[in-house]
């Protein structure tokens, strides 16, 4: 098992020392440069989409592993300048694109695009830091710079995610920005005719009559679903609602990401928990997230001089966007959150994320993890007590079948629980059954004296009551 409070020790000295290293790099990225990190790109060499055979389309997509399902679009996109090419894009919102340092699409963004700007509706799973923030604005800027009458609405769960495709959509396309509408399930919808649905499996889980009205309203209209896992409730809105959808698989969906080592950590005695939070972030370079139920009790049990933010739904808009910037620029080293950031929220270098209270699901795990390693490698800490491995067991189950290591986790923790257990029951049952002695030894007081001792005795007993 993963050791994490053998020698603990708080060297402050040290603290400073890194704190000093880390206030001296400059780093002065925005929001809207780290959508595509982490995902791999067409190859430079690529033949032009209207030069590319058949098998040659046949091969490029199976060697990629992109699964695209009742797809007549054309070969997927691969290179940001076909799109003046085949869909008349102002170069404009070319030069814009590479401007922000994407060189190539992604490979969501390659089959996403010519879906959207097709206008069929589409089913897109691609795994988390995949691009697909920009899979789904770029089309729908096309859409709008070359009809002034065209309207959009995408949907997103959390304000935070919301806010960040807003920064997006306004560095790429300003002039858009009041075409394109970006909302939660919670704001009032606007007339639109293109609809976007972004993390759709959280937004079916926390607003599903919402999104079911919004989608019986408007049947007719272009509909585009965006997730990094497929559920049952994804696909009965596919199925009821989208009309002849096409199906985009992008690579690995449904898996733990490659870029983070995955830890576990049991926790033997729930007291010593933040004594291991403690012991991580005091070796752990910021910035580091904390996924957690209670994000501002949690705050509390850090004990180290290290700033942090803290983002609850108990707190209002202004306070949560504030302690988010705080974060994001990094004035803040420790961000206390709960599952509601887990979710395409794209922060700097992040690289670890600790999981204070364990997740309730694997699809919650991956989304976790995902905040991490999207700049390079990254780390997922997870603590578990022996009660919570029910919810853990998805997750290492994954990791085993995807060839990747589940520090720290052992199967001789569950039997050395068992056995704990098991001791515990027969020592509860020795004191049970040596009380109940004593209470016999108790009615049998008389049982060392003579029965004439004891006939006298109970007599007198008798005269007494």
Same mark, same amino acid.
């Not at 075409?179 to 704001?187: G, N």
């Not at 139920?293 to 700033?307: G, H, M, V």
């Not at 998805?394 to 629980?417: H, R, T």
């Given at each position: 098992?993963?050791?994490?409070?053998? *020698?603990?020790?708080?060297?402050?000295?040290?603290?400073?020392?890194?704190?000093?290293?880390? $206030?001296?790099?400059?780093?002065?990225?925005?929001?809207?440069?780290?959508?595509?990190?982490?995902?791999?790109?067409?190859?430079?060499?690529?033949?032009?989409?209207?030069?590319?055979?058949?098998?040659?389309?046949?091969?490029?997509?199976?060697?990629?592993?992109?699964?695209?399902?009742?797809?007549?679009?054309?070969?997927?996109?691969?290179?940001?300048?076909?799109?003046?090419?085949?869909?008349?894009?102002?170069?404009?919102?070319?030069?814009?694109?590479?401007?922000?340092?994407?060189?190539?699409?992604?490979?969501?963004?390659?089959?996403?695009?010519?879906?959207?700007?097709?206008?069929?509706?589409?089913?897109?799973?691609?795994?988390?830091?995949?691009?697909?923030?920009?899979?789904?604005?770029?089309?729908?800027?096309?859409?709008?710079?070359?009809?002034?009458?065209?309207?959009?609405?995408?949907?997103?769960?959390?304000?935070?995610?919301?806010?960040?495709?807003?920064?997006?959509?306004?560095?790429?396309?300003?002039?858009?920005?009041?075409?394109?509408?970006?909302?939660?399930?919670?704001?009032?919808?606007?007339?639109?005719?293109?609809?976007?649905?972004?993390?759709?499996?959280?937004?079916?889980?926390?607003?599903?009559?919402?999104?079911?009205?919004?989608?019986?309203?408007?049947?007719?209209?272009?509909?585009?679903? #965006?997730?990094?896992?497929?559920?049952?409730?994804?696909?009965?809105?596919?199925?009821?609602?989208?009309?002849?959808?096409?199906?985009?698989?992008?690579?690995?969906?449904?898996?733990?990401?490659?870029?983070?080592?995955?830890?576990?950590? %049991?926790?033997?005695?729930?007291?010593?928990?933040?004594?291991?939070?403690?012991?991580?972030?005091?070796?752990?370079?910021?910035?580091?997230?904390?996924?957690?139920?209670?994000?501002?009790?949690?705050?509390?049990?850090?004990?180290?001089?290290?700033?942090?933010?803290?983002?609850?739904?108990?707190?209002?808009?202004?306070?949560?966007?504030?302690?988010?910037?705080?974060?994001?620029?990094?004035?803040?080293?420790?961000?206390?959150?709960?599952?509601?950031?887990?979710?395409?929220?794209? #922060?700097?270098?992040?690289?670890?994320?600790?999981?204070?209270?364990?997740?309730?699901?694997?699809?919650?795990?991956?989304?976790?993890?995902?905040?991490?390693?999207?700049?390079?490698?990254?780390? *997922?800490?997870?603590?578990?007590?022996? %009660?919570?491995?029910?919810?853990?067991?998805?997750?290492?189950?994954?990791?085993? $079948?995807?060839?990747?290591?589940?520090? *720290?986790?052992?199967?001789?923790?569950?039997?050395?629980?068992?056995?704990?257990?098991?001791?515990?029951?027969?020592?509860?049952?020795?004191?049970?059954?040596?009380?109940?002695?004593?209470?016999?030894?108790?009615? *049998?007081?008389?049982?060392?004296?003579?029965?004439?001792?004891?006939?006298?005795?109970?007599?007198?007993?008798?005269?007494?009551?």
């Amino acid at each position: 098992m993963l050791n994490l409070t053998a *020698g603990l020790k708080f060297d402050a000295k040290k603290l400073e020392k890194d704190k000093q290293l880390l $206030l001296s790099v400059k780093q002065n990225i925005k929001p809207s440069e780290f959508i595509c990190i982490s995902t791999q790109y067409a190859s430079a060499n690529s033949p032009e989409y209207d030069k590319i055979t058949a098998q040659q389309e046949s091969d490029y997509r199976q060697q990629h592993q992109l699964k695209l399902v009742d797809y007549d679009n054309g070969p997927v996109l691969k290179t940001f300048k076909e799109l003046q090419k085949r869909y008349t894009c102002p170069q404009s919102l070319v030069q814009s694109i590479l401007s922000q340092g994407w060189e190539r699409p992604s490979f969501c963004q390659q089959c996403a695009i010519p879906a959207i700007v097709s206008g069929q509706d589409s089913i897109c799973i691609s795994a988390t830091g995949s691009g697909k923030t920009g899979a789904y604005l770029i089309p729908l800027m096309i859409k709008a710079l070359l009809d002034p009458n065209f309207t959009a609405l995408i949907v997103l769960p959390t304000l935070e995610l919301a806010n960040q495709v807003r920064k997006i959509n306004s560095d790429l396309s300003p002039s858009t920005a009041s075409q394109i509408r970006i909302i939660t399930p919670l704001d009032q919808v606007p007339l639109y005719y293109a609809l976007v649905l972004d993390e759709c499996d959280l937004l079916l889980v926390k607003f599903q009559q919402n999104i079911q009205a919004l989608l019986q309203a408007t049947t007719n209209t272009p509909t585009h679903l #965006f997730s990094a896992s497929l559920n049952s409730q994804v696909l009965y809105i596919a199925s009821t609602f989208l009309i002849n959808p096409t199906t985009l698989h992008i690579q690995r969906t449904n898996l733990p990401t490659f870029n983070v080592e995955h830890r576990f950590a %049991f926790i033997s005695n729930p007291l010593h928990r933040s004594f291991v939070l403690n012991q991580i972030l005091l070796g752990q370079k910021p910035p580091v997230i904390v996924f957690c139920d209670e994000p501002e009790e949690t705050a509390l049990q850090l004990k180290l001089n290290i700033s942090r933010s803290v983002i609850s739904v108990k707190m209002s808009e202004n306070v949560r966007k504030e302690q988010l910037n705080n974060f994001i620029q990094q004035k803040t080293w420790v961000l206390f959150t709960n599952d509601d950031l887990a979710r395409g929220i794209d #922060f700097k270098n992040v690289q670890m994320v600790v999981q204070y209270d364990p997740p309730k699901t694997y699809e919650d795990y991956m989304h976790r993890v995902g905040r991490a390693g999207r700049q390079g490698k990254g780390t *997922g800490i997870c603590f578990f007590e022996s %009660f919570q491995r029910k919810y853990i067991r998805s997750v290492i189950d994954a990791l085993k $079948l995807s060839g990747i290591e589940a520090i *720290g986790y052992s199967e001789e923790a569950k039997i050395d629980v068992k056995a704990e257990r098991a001791k515990k029951a027969l020592d509860k049952k020795n004191k049970q059954k040596q009380k109940a002695q004593e209470d016999s030894d108790d009615d *049998g007081l008389y049982e060392d004296v003579s029965d004439g001792e004891i006939k006298e005795t109970k007599t007198k007993k008798k005269n007494r009551r």
